[in-house]
Nanobody
Framework: QVQLVESGGDLVQPGGSLRLSCLAS????????MTWYRQAPGKERELVAR????????EYADSVQGRFNISRDDAKSTVYLQMNSLQPEETAVYFC?????????RGQGTQVTVSS
């Protein structure tokens, strides 16, 4: 059974940091591109960061470049998102996806709230 389970979301003050994790199971993690998205209420989902399979390439949304870092540990089947200098407008549900060929999986997400 395929599962993606995100964790690490929390309430954080503006300027704070969080580290999200996405633990995968049920498929060969290292062969998949892993992506973090976020979606705020009433807004479309937004790609935040991506790590291609085997960690070959990483890409970021312009809005997070230089503040967020995506990394993966294929041995642990986990992808991480380190988020620094968070701002209130980045309040959203953050979720990860795994994609290869026709296979596309998504987790339930973890809530990140940036507020004073």
């Amino acid at each position: 059974q395929v599962q993606l389970v995100e964790s690490g979301g929390d309430l954080v003050q503006p300027g704070g940091s969080l580290r999200l994790s996405c633990l995968a199971s049920g498929f060969t993690f290292k062969g998949y591109d892993m992506t973090w998205y976020r979606q705020a209420p009433g807004k479309e989902r937004e790609l935040v960061a991506r790590s291609t399979r085997a960690g070959g390439v990483t890409e970021y949304a312009d809005s997070v470049q230089g503040r967020f870092n995506i990394s993966r540990d294929d041995a642990k089947s986990t992808v991480y998102l380190q988020m620094n200098s968070l701002q209130p407008e980045e309040t959203a549900v953050y979720f990860c996806t795994a994609r290869w060929w026709v296979y596309d999986y998504r987790g339930q997400g973890t809530q990140v709230t940036v507020s004073s």
